[in-house]
């Protein structure tokens, strides 16, 4: 018996990272929000390996954190170790990647989500999509409850007809031992959406007191502390290592051996596997002349003895798991807890969706995460919280918010996965983003906090913080560029002794900063006056001047790439009218209708000459248009 | 892409000595300023819209290209309803080319077929029933340059920049896999590495721009001598080529006075023919201005005319001359083969076997057309194909080399400075984008096939 449940402005189907960002948007917005999640221990759960960040990713969480979201704090929350990578690389790849105690996650997440006002979570699984016409009206649970909202966001991960498989043995499931979701995918389909299937796969488990860390290289965290959230100080927590070791020949014999074992070339598995994540069978048949590979040790958490064997992903039989990772120096004695297994899902090709994450056919469902096609917790939060976002403004009738490529690595995601496709898993890195000098993750809050303020995820307090910061960067560059030192033998000493040459004339401490070689502290010894500045303030200050030569560059040409982007294609184009227009781009543009001619351009197989072409008749429609009004 | 600065000439090529530049975009005055010095020293900025500045073209190195009006159309009153600069020249074909090679090097793009009407189009300029004409001269121009695009395929141009491109990729996937994998035991590239394989991109991309002799043949014609003794037809040669295409005579500034060179445009192809005027008057070169000064024209020489009289064979006179033509392209004329002698024409075959031949006779006309599609040959000489546009064309591919070359000198600098490599492969990136634009493959998944393909990356 179904009955009528509730009422509620937007409605989030599942729980993970995609949902718990898009929930706690549209809640903190000021929506009536439900968030539903198929088992109440797995909210926020990281079936994967128990890390955040890194290059693009750690990006990623602290773009979400300057558009009001979660998961930086609760990742600087609960984390074990922190470490700032690439530091010998230039500061727009400067990450930060966090060891996560996973159930601390989880637990203060969920909390998170209880204490919001606005935000109601429940245990249920969602069989169906409530359509009227072409909009959304709601869902309805197995139990027979029905709730109707104006928007729904689907953020179910990897659950849509979820199939575990582990060597020959194959069986229906989610992640982790969980129940998959089968009649809410036949119900997307029943909406006229399209589905795909993909493949990903995690590693194994191993008991901490079945290892011998003496055949292993440690790796700490760094003993500075760091934070992913711009909101708050740093402090260092207690670290927790992680650890080296490598496979052996030997490890890749008894791979060899057992090959025909695997479901992924005996063709048991269907679905397309991402290629950065490859299993360790993948490895060894692609790089048959590497003779090891990299394997990481990882705590799951403070409270357990789970360690997570990174680079040890597989889908091979668990016997053959067993007997491989026990020729890995260090883990002779490695014990099992949980086996690895490689998972197949249902997802939703994103060029259906709009880059409001609202699909294309009904009005008011927006999908975000890893049915999105992607992979990573970060790439699934960045899109549940644009979600969330837009979800809430589709409710409240307001335009969706849009974030472009050149204003975030959101928006590099967001605009590959619906411009693009995907075919297979994606997941975000940096050499994606066309302007990576300017989408940094030092600056994610110069970049974005201003859009959070205006879409009301950013408190009063938070923003006059943000608001000083911006302040006490721009005064000490004018500062900087007005104070002129002479050239005395006391500066060039400072000079010559970092390794710079000379000044020959009064030059201002501006110039002076941008040579590589000198940093902030050095202009301190040359001139007094300084004004007492944040840690944070003197970075903005080093990479804003240092760089801003290409900084510039970069720039001009996100003005020219803006240009275009901000030209609309109207929705009433029919793209198979357009005479002369490739017979590639017509098929593409018909089948994406890309919002903008920006958008249209990026399409592969859409040339230059298209894009004129697409103008012409643009324009000549809307002058037919006008003058067809003037007639009447 | 739609709001750069484009010019174009806009008269057709090859007409009278007239020419107009035509330059359309936000920029268009202020990239114009770059190279026009005004007679009274005014700005183009300052003048009004629909005024005429009186002044000259300047090239980078200084140098007048040629005594120019030039009008300010301010949009939205223009035919763009852009910013319109139109520049008149009046030195001629070849200063109408330099005018515009000047323009493109102060940064505007060269411009489209139908570009300059599509934006009139687009900005409400023009009306409705024009816009199907546009949209067929783009499609039109895209089949075109499909073609130039296949004809480059087997080019040895588009093959250098394969091979370029190929090596920046590998440097790019190299430090981006680096970057997005900071982790894995990836084999990083040594930053000296980066440095020595960009420095000799960098030379390659130079070596292309230098040898891109078309581009400087449509700049500055083909410098082309006729050489052979008194009466075997010299004069007869140059006025068949005058008769059948339209000359030019220019008397170009900065040269001696009594130099003339006569311009003939063979197939779109600027033929500068020097010192015609002694040609003509004395009909004897050789004797005129002695062995000497013969070697220094032929060394000034981009192609060389040898005539030989088939009915009078190899004379003295030839035997002097044709050992100075070595190591220059020269095509040797046999005329009067109506009148030609068998034994002495096996005589003169038997000599010139190592030359290009052809055989004319210019009383009847024969040959002349086989000499025009030889000409034609030598200018495009496998740099690039032959099409309409060429010259457009071929000026696009340098305005792109050029812009490699720079950002290649960005990435040696980056390293010279000791810039991290996040500055560099910015750099790098666009060096390999704008290669792409000659070949015609676009941006695409590559970097990040690359990576994978090439890296055992993962968890």
Redesign the interface.
């Known amino acids: 018996m179904e009955y009528l449940a509730g009422k509620y402005d937007v409605i989030v189907i599942g729980a993970g990272h995609a949902g718990c960002e898009a929930a706690l948007a549209a809640a903190r917005m000021g929506c009536r929000t439900l968030v539903l999640t198929l088992n109440m221990e797995n909210v926020a759960f990281m079936p994967?390996?128990p890390a955040v960040g890194?290059?693009?990713k750690g990006h990623l969480v602290r773009e979400i954190d300057a558009l009001g979201g979660e998961m930086a704090i609760n990742t600087d929350e609960t984390s074990i170790q922190m470490r700032m990578?690439?530091t010998?690389?230039?500061?727009?790849?400067h990450?930060l990647r966090a060891q996560a105690d996973k159930k601390m996650y989880h637990v203060r997440m969920k909390k998170v989500l209880e204490m919001q006002p606005n935000l109601d979570l429940k245990q249920a699984m969602v069989e169906r999509i409530l359509v009227e016409g072409e909009n959304i009206k709601g869902i309805v649970t197995r139990n027979g409850a029905v709730f109707h909202s104006r928007a729904v966001v689907i953020t179910t991960g990897t659950f849509l007809k979820g199939k575990i498989i582990i060597g020959d043995v194959a069986y229906s499931g989610g992640p982790n031992g969980q129940e998959p979701s089968v009649t809410l995918a036949e119900s997307l389909r029943d909406l006229g959406l399209s589905l795909g299937r993909f493949k990903t796969g995690t590693?194994p488990r191993i008991h901490r007191k079945s290892v011998d860390f003496s055949k292993m290289i440690i790796q700490p965290g760094d003993e500075k502390p760091y934070r992913f959230s711009f909101t708050g100080k740093p402090r260092l927590r207690e670290q927790l290592p992680c650890w080296l070791t490598y496979t052996s020949e030997e490890t890749h014999n008894v791979i060899r051996e057992n090959l025909h074992r695997s479901p992924l070339f005996s063709g048991r598995i269907e679905g397309v596997g991402p290629?950065?994540?490859?299993s360790i069978e993948?490895?060894v048949v692609?790089?048959a002349d590497?003779p090891s590979?990299?394997i990481?040790l990882e705590p799951e958490g403070r409270d357990t003895e789970e360690m997570y064997v990174?680079?040890f992903?597989t889908s091979l039989p668990e016997d053959v798991q067993v007997k491989m990772l026990r020729t890995i120096p260090g883990l002779a004695k490695a014990e099992i807890m949980r086996t690895a297994y490689a998972i197949e899902y249902d997802h939703l090709p994103p060029a259906q969706l709009k880059l409001s994450l609202e699909t294309k056919t009904i009005n008011g469902l927006f999908s975000a995460g890893q049915i999105n096609g992607t992979s990573g917790y970060e790439e699934a939060a960045a899109q549940g919280i644009l979600a969330g976002i837009n979800a809430a403004r589709y409710a409240r009738g307001k335009e969706p918010l849009i974030i472009r490529r050149s204003e975030g690595y959101i928006g590099v995601l967001i605009d590959d996965l619906v411009t693009?496709g995907t075919n297979e898993p994606y997941r975000i890195?940096?050499?994606?983003a066309e302007y990576?000098?300017l989408l940094r993750q030092d600056n994610a809050d110069l970049r974005l906090t201003e859009k959070g303020r205006e879409i009301g995820l950013i408190s009063d307090e938070q923003y006059g913080k943000f608001e000083e910061k911006r302040k006490l960067i721009e005064a000490e560059k004018e500062r900087l560029a007005e104070v002129r030192i002479h050239p005395v033998e006391q500066v060039q000493e400072i000079l010559v002794g970092k390794g710079s040459s000379e000044i020959k004339q009064n030059t201002s401490l501006l110039e002076i900063l941008k040579r590589?070689?000198i940093n902030y502290a050095d202009l301190k010894k040359m001139a007094e006056g300084f004004p007492d500045l944040p840690e944070e303030v003197v970075e903005q200050i080093e990479i804003q001047v240092k760089?801003d030569g290409?900084i510039k560059?970069?720039m001009e040409q996100v003005e020219?790439f803006q240009?275009?982007e901000r030209?609309k294609i109207p929705e009433w184009i029919k793209f198979e009218e357009i005479?002369?227009l490739?017979s590639e781009a017509r098929q593409k543009l018909g089948r994406i209708q890309p919002g903008s001619?920006g958008q249209a351009?990026r399409i592969?197989g859409v040339?230059?000459?298209d894009?004129?072409?697409l103008?012409?008749?643009m324009?000549?429609k809307r002058?037919?248009l006008s003058e067809g009004d003037q007639n009447k | 892409?739609?709001?750069?600065t484009i010019a174009a000439i806009s008269t057709p090529i090859g007409a009278a000595g007239i020419g107009i530049i035509r330059v359309s975009g936000s920029a268009a005055v202020s990239i114009v300023e770059r190279v026009f010095r005004s007679s009274r020293e005014r700005k183009i900025e300052d003048a009004g819209t629909y005024r005429l500045l009186h002044g000259f073209i300047v090239d980078k190195s200084g140098d007048v290209v040629d005594e120019v009006l030039v009008s300010v159309m301010r949009g939205p009153h223009s035919f763009t309803a852009e910013d319109v600069v139109e520049i008149n020249c009046h030195g001629g074909l070849i200063a109408v080319r330099r005018t515009l090679a000047a323009v493109l090097e102060a940064g505007a793009r060269p411009a489209?077929a139908g570009?300059f009407s599509?934006r009139a189009?687009?900005n409400?300029r023009i009306d409705?029933a024009q816009?199907?004409s546009?949209?067929?001269l783009?499609?039109a121009?895209?089949e075109k340059?499909l073609n130039v695009a296949v004809n480059q395929l087997e080019g040895i141009l588009s093959q250098e920049i394969r091979k370029m491109r190929a090596q920046l990729m590998e440097l790019l996937a190299h430090i981006?896999a680096?970057?997005?994998?900071?982790?894995?035991?990836i084999e990083e590239i040594s930053l000296a590495m980066i440095e020595e394989r960009s420095k000799e991109i960098l030379h390659n991309i130079k070596k292309l721009i230098n040898t891109s002799e078309t581009g400087k043949i449509f700049r500055e014609g083909l410098k082309t001598v006729i050489a052979g003794k008194p009466n075997v037809g010299k004069s007869s040669l140059l006025n068949a080529l005058l008769k059948e295409n339209r000359a030019i005579v220019t008397d170009i500034p900065g040269t001696t006075r009594d130099v003339i060179e006569e311009i003939v445009n063979i197939r779109g192809i600027p033929l500068k023919l020097v010192d015609t005027a002694g040609i003509r008057e004395t009909e004897d070169l050789v004797e005129k201005i002695g062995v000497e000064k013969t070697k220094e024209m032929f060394a000034d020489a981009d192609l060389i005319f040898l005539m030989i009289d088939a009915s009078s064979g190899i004379g003295q006179e030839d035997k002097e001359i044709f050992p100075l033509a070595r190591g220059k392209k020269t095509l040797v004329l046999i005329n009067k083969i109506d009148i030609k002698k068998e034994t002495t024409y096996k005589e003169i075959e038997k000599y010139t076997g190592r030359h290009d031949i052809i055989e004319m006779s210019l009383l009847t006309g024969q040959g002349l057309e086989k000499l025009e599609k030889r000409i034609e040959d030598i200018a495009y000489a496998g740099l690039v194909s032959k099409q309409d546009e060429l010259m457009v064309s071929n000026i696009r591919h340098k305005h792109t080399l050029e812009r490699t070359a720079c950002s290649m000198e960005g990435v040696i600098s980056a390293l010279e400075?000791?810039?991290?490599?996040?500055?560099m492969?910015?750099d790098l990136k666009a060096a390999w984008e704008s290669l792409g634009e000659i070949t015609g493959e676009?941006v695409?998944?590559d970097?990040?096939d690359q990576?994978?393909s090439r890296f055992?990356?993962?968890?």
């Open positions: 994967c390996n890194g290059p693009a990578l690439n010998g690389k230039g500061p727009a790849v990450a590693p290629r950065y994540c490859p993948d490895k692609r790089f590497k590979h990299q990481f990174q680079g992903s693009k890195m940096t050499s994606r990576r000098l590589p070689e760089y290409y560059k970069q020219r240009k275009i030209k005479k002369g490739s001619v351009s592969s040339s230059p000459a894009i004129s072409i103008l012409v008749y324009e000549q002058r037919e | 892409m739609i709001n750069d489209e570009e599509k189009f687009l409400g409705l816009a199907e546009i949209i067929d783009i499609t121009k895209t340059s981006e680096g970057i997005d994998f900071p982790e894995h035991d400075e000791k810039l991290p490599t996040d500055c492969a910015i676009t695409s998944e970097l990040v990576i994978f055992c990356i993962g968890k």
